[in-house]
């Protein structure tokens, strides 16, 4: 029975790593630009001038 009650602390303390992670990538504005990236693909790559890549 104390191996449960050890899993479900250790559960938890990792679930509080993640929730923090969240809270500082949205803090640091990792989430604040969610327009470009659904755009991005359709445009097309640039070409360079002299001919295809060898």
Known sequence: MSAIFFLIGCSVFIALIFLAAFFWANQTGQ????????????????????????
């Open 31 to 54: 989430h604040d630009d969610t327009h470009t990236p659904s755009i991005r693909m359709l445009f097309d790559d640039e070409v360079e001038e002299g001919g295809p890549p060898t």
